[in-house]
């Protein structure tokens, strides 16, 4: 009944608009100038009230357009009385254009002229008429003149020139007259409107007023704006070119440039044919042509994009088509207004949900979501390649994005079709074996912070599925999405029991247990689940995510929450932010490194080898700079781990009176306790060093250190790099920076046996 109910209105309001032209173009032309015309009214209003801005803005309006008739008039009478001088130069450039030679050409010439001879002389003359005897001198008739008294002569020669002048004249009377009341009564026509078409939906009507009102107006502001400068242009252009009366040219190019399409080729042949006519060479001609042709590149591809900025939510296929319909409409008059009825019309379409097929046929925007458009083409699976448009998506959302607006409502939707019996058991599986290829593809995509001397996690997640496959691979894609920020998360396969879920927890703990529910999955068997895990893990996190669930779901979050969770989510992206703000909220204490079990055996190396003293160590001082350079950080260091303090033994990058830290701030204190190379990509995801006073002081994100021994193999300190950023830190530059510190062992090794 929809599509009946769409037709029906289209056909009735096509027919109103058609047979009611006569009344309905002059109010759209009115419509039009009024909405250029509200700004400039609105700020008169604020100094000298409404009556008078109007007032001023309609004198200006009829000042400015007899000025530019007057100046057009003068300049188009110029022309005129120059024409008869052009003639023999016309003349010369039509004999300077010759037929082709050739004998194929000549015959045809000949047949012409062949044909010329036997055409009879008198063109009303028929070909079997005889000839008549001439008619003798005497019976010569006489020629007799009727003489006119001249009383009705003058008036059909007013009428004669008047009634071209008069129906245009007559409309644009009309429209003036429309723009100024419509002015007046902005207001009061604006409340009407919405009384008329808002019962019931005020704030919709309100915003599509708005909407209409904000496009059309910046259209009609642009394009007088770009008319004027390209009309200038071209007035300036044509004047050094050399043709004749340019500023007619020039005004005449600007008001035909508000036809679309055929207006700009109008404005151009008419100076044109002025060119071929004054220049005696094909010189200017030729100049006059590549004006026009620079000039158009130049507005269509610069100017436009520039001053337009956003477009009028119009498809470039449905101006077109709008230009072409308004025109057989209307007639001319229908293609200067086709963008702007075509912008109404769209955003009617946008506001009201009865006419919503509008802004399909007609608006820029794309027909189907993202999420329909992956879906329809993984049905017609073979056809396309899917990785090509997951590439494409993600160079402009983020892989949140991907899964809450893309892969999961495709997921839904399959799942709701396939109940429906809509789609079979081997579509569905093969959508469901085209997620998980691509969400395993996604995982790969990006490396997760390495195992080799990495970082302890500050938050581990778990994901578990409440019922179902479906579920299962929602939990895949938000383990991927918290790989992707540095987290520690992992998702079961398949459905697992109770106990099994609590022996997993108490061998590997976990900080976040996430249960995922995704439609037709229902949030009772997320409950389930949950209480079962918090009746055998008390103290245990638990988070519920209702994946891709629409409208209102406090409720049925806040019987989770009795129920056990400890918060509900429906978005991945929501979920990642909780992890990230929880990874966030730990004690402000630090986690100090602990104490190694031979740490007075170290200590008393350290001591004896006298480098903690403040004298510089120009080598050192060398060594560090050249670590900086090689590794690209900022900050390089020999750092030293004494009994309550870290010494900055020689450094690169930290401030000059940054010489020692306490020991509890140290993350040179992990390496030595752990006696082996120690990397974190980023300081803030791990729970040692979240909340690290001296870290957060000096913005350092990333930390590298490999243990320096003694020569008796005791651990004394770290040969360090610092960075403000997280980083990833490849094998290759692991092994370079432990090799740089066993040759710094070998080095102070050697130190008491020289002294």
């Known amino acids: 009944m929809s599509g009946i109910w769409a037709v029906s209105l289209s056909a009735f309001v096509i027919g109103i608009a058609w047979f009611g032209r006569e009344i309905i173009v002059p109010l759209a032309l009115a419509a039009l100038l009024t909405f250029l015309l509200i700004p400039l009214v609105d700020r008169l209003q604020r100094w000298i009230g409404r009556v008078a801005a109007v007032i001023l803005t309609m004198l200006l309006i009829l000042g400015g357009t007899i000025a530019a008739g007057w100046s057009i008039s003068h300049q188009a009478v110029d022309l005129a009385n120059r024409l008869p001088d052009y003639k023999e130069n016309l003349r010369a450039k039509l004999q300077s254009i010759q037929m082709p030679s050739g004998a194929g050409f000549k015959r045809l010439s000949d047949t012409f002229e062949d044909l010329k001879k036997d055409l009879p002389a008198g063109l009303g003359a028929k070909p079997d008429e005889k000839a008549k005897p001439a008619t003798p001198a005497a019976e010569t008739p006489l020629p007799v003149k009727v003489m006119d008294d001249g009383k009705g002569h003058s008036l059909e020669?007013?009428?004669?020139?008047?009634?071209?002048?008069?129906?245009?004249?007559?409309?644009?009377?009309?429209?003036?007259?429309?723009?100024?009341?419509?002015?007046?009564?902005?207001?009061?026509?604006?409340s009407r409107f919405i009384r008329l078409m808002g019962q019931g939906r005020i704030s919709s009507t309100t915003r599509a007023l708005d909407d209409a009102g904000m496009r059309i107006r910046r259209y009609l502001l642009m394009q007088l704006v770009v008319n004027l400068i390209y009309g200038l242009a071209l007035c300036v252009g044509l004047y050094f070119i050399g043709v004749p009366n340019a500023l007619l040219w020039g005004a005449l190019a600007a008001g035909l440039r508000f036809i679309p399409y055929i207006g700009p080729w109008i404005a151009a042949s008419f100076p044109m044919l002025l060119s071929l006519a004054?220049?005696?060479?094909?010189?200017?001609?030729?100049?006059?042509?590549?004006?026009?042709?620079?000039?158009?590149?130049?507005?269509?591809?610069?100017?436009?994009?520039?001053?337009?900025?956003?477009?009028?939510?119009?498809?470039?296929?449905?101006?077109?088509?709008?230009?072409?319909?308004?025109?057989?409409?209307?007639?001319?008059?229908?293609?200067?207004?086709?963008?702007p009825l075509t912008v109404c019309l769209v955003v009617m379409g946008r506001h009201i949900p009865q006419l919503s097929f509008l802004s399909v046929l007609l608006s820029e925007e794309d027909a189907l979501t993202p999420a329909e458009d992956f879906y329809h083409r993984l049905l017609r699976r073979g056809e396309h390649d899917e990785s090509d448009q997951i590439e494409s998506y993600l160079k402009e959302n983020s892989i949140n994005d991907l899964y809450d607006a893309v892969l999961i409502p495709v997921m839904i939707a399959a799942e709701e079709d396939y109940a429906r019996g809509m789609v079979d058991e081997e579509q569905r599986e093969w959508v469901i074996r085209a997620l998980r290829s691509i969400v395993e593809d996604l995982d790969h995509s990006e490396p997760t912070p390495s195992s080799e001397g990495s970082s302890q996690p500050v938050c581990r997640v778990y994901?578990?599925?409440?019922?179902?496959?479906?579920?299962?691979?929602?939990?895949?894609?938000?383990?991927?999405?918290?790989?992707h920020e540095g987290f520690d998360a992992r998702h079961a396969v398949g459905r697992r029991m109770a106990k099994e879920l609590v022996t997993q927890f108490s061998e590997d703990p976990t900080d976040i247990v996430f249960i995922s529910a995704v439609e037709p999955t229902t949030a009772n068997h997320a409950r389930a689940l949950c209480e079962k895990i918090r009746s055998s893990v008390p103290d245990q996190r638990i988070v519920i995510g209702l994946w891709g669930r629409q409208g209102d779901i406090e409720e049925t979050t806040e019987d989770l929450k009795l129920s056990g969770a400890d918060e509900v989510f429906a978005s991945i992206a929501e979920a990642v932010a909780f992890c990230e703000g929880f990874a966030l909220q730990w004690a402000d204490d630090v986690m100090e490194a602990p104490r190694p079990d031979n740490e007075d055996e170290r200590q008393h190396s350290l001591e004896q080898l006298d480098l903690l003293s403040p004298e510089p160590m120009p080598a050192l001082d060398r060594l560090t700079a050249k670590l900086a350079r090689v590794f690209e950080v900022p900050v390089a260091s020999v750092t030293l781990v004494d009994k309550h303090r870290q010494f900055f033994?020689?450094?690169?990058?930290?401030?000059?009176?940054?010489?020692?830290?306490?020991?509890?701030?140290?993350?040179?204190?992990?390496?030595?306790?752990?006696?082996?190379?120690?990397?974190?990509?980023?300081?803030?995801?791990?729970?040692?060093?979240?909340?690290?006073?001296?870290?957060?002081?000096?913005?350092?994100?990333?930390?590298?250190?490999?243990?320096?021994?003694?020569?008796?193999?005791?651990?004394?300190?770290?040969?360090?790099?610092?960075?403000?950023r997280p980083r990833r830190f490849s094998k290759r530059e692991r092994r370079l920076l432990s090799e740089h510190a066993e040759e710094l062992s070998r080095e102070i090794g050697l130190l008491p046996e020289e002294d």
């Open 157 to 190: 020669l007013i009428q004669s020139l008047a009634s071209p002048v008069l129906g245009p004249l007559g409309t644009a009377s009309l429209v003036l007259l429309l723009v100024t009341f419509m002015l007046l009564k902005h207001e009061d026509l604006r």
């Open 278 to 339: 004054v220049s005696p060479s094909w010189l200017t001609p030729a100049l006059t042509l590549g004006l026009f042709i620079a000039i158009e590149l130049v507005t269509n591809n610069v100017l436009e994009p520039w001053l337009y900025g956003s477009s009028t939510g119009v498809s470039s296929m449905a101006l077109i088509v709008a230009a072409v319909f308004w025109t057989w409409l209307w007639g001319p008059v229908g293609l200067v207004l086709s963008t």
């Open 463 to 483: 994901c578990l599925p409440a019922r179902a496959e479906r579920d299962e691979l929602v939990g895949a894609m938000l383990a991927n999405a918290l790989h």
């Open 649 to 724: 033994r020689a450094n690169s990058g930290l401030p000059p009176s940054l010489r020692e830290t306490p020991r509890d701030l140290s993350v040179c204190g992990h390496v030595v306790y752990q006696d082996e190379l120690l990397v974190v990509e980023d300081l803030l995801r791990d729970r040692r060093f979240a909340n690290n006073l001296f870290l957060k002081q000096h913005g350092i994100r990333f930390y590298a250190g490999a243990p320096i021994h003694a020569s008796d193999g005791q651990p004394i300190g770290s040969l360090c790099l610092m960075d403000t």
